[in-house]
């Protein structure tokens, strides 16, 4: 699930969704946006905010998959489903084989 932007709306349905796959005895850890607090409050659950390493960990993490999934953008026409599925997986496979 992604969403183009973050705000109180997104962020609620986004923890929502995690309080009914993990249940409500959870702790969540953000940045520290002040709708991710709003939407903790309101769904009854813990709030907490990691640190700045793990922050600057996090995001660069977040980079490196847009910068993967922005390289596979197809210039064939008429690109079908079938070809881009290959495309997204060829380069997930490839992403993997250079962690080795």
């Not at 249940?23 to 520290?32: A, K």
């Not at 922005?70 to 084989?97: G, M, P, Q, V």
């Amino acid at each position: 699930m992604t969403f183009d932007v973050a705000n109180i709306l997104t962020s609620l349905i986004f923890i929502k969704r995690i309080k009914t796959i993990c249940g409500s005895n959870i702790i969540i850890l953000t940045d520290g946006a002040p709708y991710y607090k709003a939407s903790c409050r309101i769904l009854n659950l813990r709030h907490g905010v990691y640190s700045l390493e793990i922050r600057n960990l996090m995001e660069r993490i977040i980079q490196l998959r847009i910068d993967s999934y922005s390289i596979t953008t197809c210039i064939k026409d008429e690109c079908d489903e079938e070809h881009a599925e290959n495309l997204l997986n060829n380069n997930y496979n490839a992403e993997r084989n250079m962690d080795k």
